[in-house]
C-alpha cells in the first residue's frame, strides 16, 4: 500500500487555483483594503465580511474570510 506521502510526491495533477483576490486588480485592492482595516482594528471583523460580500461580490464564507483575515495577523505576507 502506498503512503499519502508517497502517493504526493509522484502525483503531478494540479488543481489549477486561485484565490478570490489574486483573480483580479480590484479583488487584491479589496483585499489589501480589508487587511488594512482589521489590522488597524478600524473596522470590525463582521463589517469588513459584509462589505466584501455584498459590495465586493466575494464568494468565500463568513468563516473562511475570517480565519484568512486572522491568518495574516500571524504570517507576513498575508
Avoid at 10 to 35: C, F, H, I
Avoid at 39 to 44: A, D, F, I, T, V
Avoid at 61 to 70: F, Y
Wanted: aromatic share 8%; net charge positive.
Amino acid at each position: 500500500m502506498v503512503s499519502l506521502n508517497e502517493y504526493a510526491k509522484s502525483d503531478k495533477t494540479s488543481t489549477g487555483y486561485q484565490p478570490w483576490r489574486k483573480k483580479s486588480e480590484e479583488n487584491m485592492k479589496a483585499w489589501e483594503e480589508a487587511v488594512t482595516g482589521f489590522q488597524s482594528g478600524e473596522h470590525s471583523i463582521s463589517t469588513i465580511v459584509r462589505w466584501l460580500q455584498s459590495h465586493k461580490n466575494c464568494p468565500l464564507s463568513d468563516s473562511t474570510i475570517r480565519g484568512q483575515l486572522k491568518a495574516t495577523l500571524t504570517q507576513p505576507d498575508g
